[in-house]
Nanobody, 116 residues
């Protein structure tokens, strides 16, 4: 049974930082493409960042480029999203997704709120 568990969300002031973690189990993590998505209130789900299995290919949405950094530790079966210079418009539920040759799997999400 595949499980993805996000953590690290919370309330932060504008300009602050958070690091999200997504711990994976039940799959061969080192073979999985990993991504972070977010869904803001009243908006469609948006791809934030993605990273290939060995970490050689990384992509970001224009809205987070130069502020967010995705990384992974294949020994710990964990993918991270370091978020700096946070803005109120970054407020959303953040989800991680694993994509393998067999299927896609989603975590339950973690809330990030950027507000003063």
């Amino acid at each position: 049974q595949v499980q993805l568990v996000e953590s690290g969300g919370g309330l932060v002031q504008p300009g602050g930082s958070l690091r999200l973690n997504c711990a994976a189990s039940g799959l061969t993590f080192s073979y999985a493409d990993m991504s972070w998505y977010r869904r803001a209130p009243g908006k469609e789900r948006e791809l934030v960042a993605s990273i290939s299995p060995a970490g050689r290919t990384i992509n970001y949405s224009d809205s987070v480029k130069a502020r967010f950094t995705i990384s992974r530790d294949n020994m710990k079966n964990t993918v991270y999203l370091q978020m700096n210079s946070l803005k109120p418009e970054d407020t959303a539920v953040y989800f991680c997704k694993a994509r393998t040759s067999r299927s896609e799997y989603w975590g339950q999400g973690t809330q990030v709120t950027v507000s003063s």
